[in-house]
């Protein structure tokens, strides 16, 4: 049940900030998803964020994330998990196993490997596509050129549903451009989902269409080192 039940701050002041985005834009209240990101932050970090009613958690690395998320979500059946960073072929059962979205597909063996152990699980995560909008050598996704013909692919070829893009502008670059490059890749698709903005930008974000934001450091505050 998603009952507010304590008060924390960084997460109140985050979800007046979409609804206001979500009126400004002109979109109906509630159609943003809030992914709080709770990379780095340990279970005793992450309950409070629970304790006020929030269930969408993103993560970045499989690993990390089954070192906390079964405990957790075994005290709160209703959480679901998203992951947000890389995947690994050599994670993707784990992946598949613990995790109600995948954002991150980007490549043929990627999307071979979860469909495999989709099979294999019998669970159906959802799937949404990495696109490199700014086609950095040392960011991972599709390029945007090549993303129609990859969404191809992972429907024929791996038979998987793909559900939205998503993406992660340059950091010294307007974030706007490649939030509507990605909403114009998805739109000529037919996909509903964008998973685009973060602390920074998820404003900017919800104007060009952004369906799920993934916000970590306006809600937990600075993260601790990773180890």
Do not use: Y
């Not at 109140?12 to 809030?34: D, F, H, I, P, T």
């Not at 958690?57 to 992951?83: C, M, S, Y």
């Not at 043929?108 to 949404?128: C, F, Q, Y």
Request: aromatic share 4%.
């Amino acid at each position: 049940m998603d009952t507010q039940t304590t008060n924390h701050p960084g997460l109140a002041e985050v979800r007046e900030r979409v609804a206001a985005a979500e009126k400004e834009a002109g979109r109906a209240a509630g159609s943003v998803r809030l992914i709080a990101v709770s990379k780095t932050f340990d279970a005793e970090g992450i309950r409070p964020v629970i304790a006020a009613g929030q269930r969408v958690f993103g993560e970045n690395r499989v690993q990390e994330a089954a070192g906390k998320w079964p405990a957790l979500k075994a005290e709160t059946p209703d959480i679901e998990l998203h992951l947000i960073g890389p995947l690994q072929s050599n994670k993707a059962r784990d992946a598949v196993a613990l995790f109600d979205a995948i954002h991150t597909i980007d490549r043929d063996k990627i999307a071979g490997a979860v469909a495999a152990e989709m099979a294999r699980l019998g669970r159906s995560p959802r799937l949404l596509v990495q696109v490199n909008t700014g086609a950095e050598p040392q960011k991972a996704g599709v390029l945007p050129e090549e993303t129609d013909a990859f969404v191809a692919r992972c429907r024929s070829v791996h038979g998987l549903t793909i559900d939205g893009l998503m993406c992660i502008p340059p950091v010294e670059e307007s974030p706007a451009p490649h939030f509507a490059l990605l909403a114009k890749i998805a739109g000529r698709l037919g996909l509903e989902s964008l998973s685009m903005g973060m602390s920074s930008d998820f404003e900017t974000a919800i104007a060009f269409g952004a369906t799920d934001v993934r916000v970590g450091s306006a809600i937990f505050g600075t993260r601790p080192p990773l180890v």
